[in-house]
T-cell receptor, first 113, second 112 residues
Framework: EAQVTQNPRYLITVTGKKLTVTCSQN?????MSWYRQDPGLGLRQIYY???????DKGDVPEGYKVSRKEKRNFPLILESPSPNQTSLYFC????????????FGPGTRLTVL | RKEVEQDPGPFNVPEGATVAFNCTYS??????FFWYRQDCRKEPKLLMS???SGNEDGRFTAQLNRASQYISLLIRDSKLSDSATYLC?????????????FGQGTTLQVKP
């Protein structure tokens, strides 16, 4: 089944404790992206990657890191999480020729205390 | 000013009603426009593309007004299952720049 998976789905952590949210897709998509969704602010792009070893900042990259060592994986790293990073995070992927058809993962709800 | 703005609603309408949402964008270089649907904090899914000539898919019609820099979504004969949040999406620039801008979404509640 074609899908985007994210782990963990739910996470409660404390300020300053490094964490990684994994994202994996099995559709051979070149493009992958991370978003956060907050009430009243909608979906905001954190980072995106047009292909392996190519990453770019989105609108809200501060406090986040990403890497794209393999085509299928695009982990999101929070080196020192803070409470303002409490949010619902979505990973998405697509072919670069059809960016409008983003396939989203199920979301990761992160709470930073 | 936000790059993409939507009226968050909620829009409460009875079954069978016609409802329309607008979405304005600020960057005149925006090239591609789409509507996504999101159910109750689940992942967003592509609903339809928006073309300059308009786009119709069953009860749904999407239109683009470049002069006024807005896109619209019209839903006719609303069903209970149409209750969701509708997100407009703009891809900036020409070609595949990779940068997608989402509006904050408009919530629709269709009542029996």
């Amino acid at each position: 089944e074609a899908q985007v998976t994210q782990n963990p789905r739910y996470l409660i952590t404390v300020t300053g404790k490094k964490l990684t949210v994994t994202c994996s897709q099995n559709m051979n998509h070149e493009y992958m992206s991370w978003y956060r969704q907050d009430p009243g602010l909608g979906l905001r792009q954190i980072y995106y990657s047009m292909n392996v070893e190519v990453t770019d900042k989105g609108d809200v990259p501060e406090g986040y890191k990403v890497s794209r060592k393999e085509k299928r994986n695009f982990p999101l790293i929070l080196e020192s999480p803070s409470p303002n990073q409490t949010s619902l995070y979505f990973c998405a992927s697509s072919f670069t020729g059809t960016l409008y058809t983003q396939y989203f993962g199920p979301g990761t709800r992160l709470t930073v205390l | 000013r936000k790059e993409v703005e939507q009226d968050p609603g909620p829009f409460n309408v009875p079954e069978g009603a016609t409802v329309a949402f607008n979405c304005t964008y600020s960057n005149s270089a925006s090239q591609s426009f789409f509507w996504y649907r999101q159910d109750c904090r689940k992942e967003p899914k592509l609903l339809m593309s928006v073309y300059s000539s308009g786009n119709e898919d069953g009860r749904f019609t999407a239109q683009l007004n470049r002069a006024s820099q807005y896109i619209s979504l019209l839903i006719r004969d609303s069903k209970l299952s149409d209750s969701a949040t509708y997100l407009c999406v703009v891809i900036l620039g020409s070609g595949n720049t990779g940068k997608l801008i989402f509006g904050q979404g408009t919530t629709l509640q269709v009542k029996p």
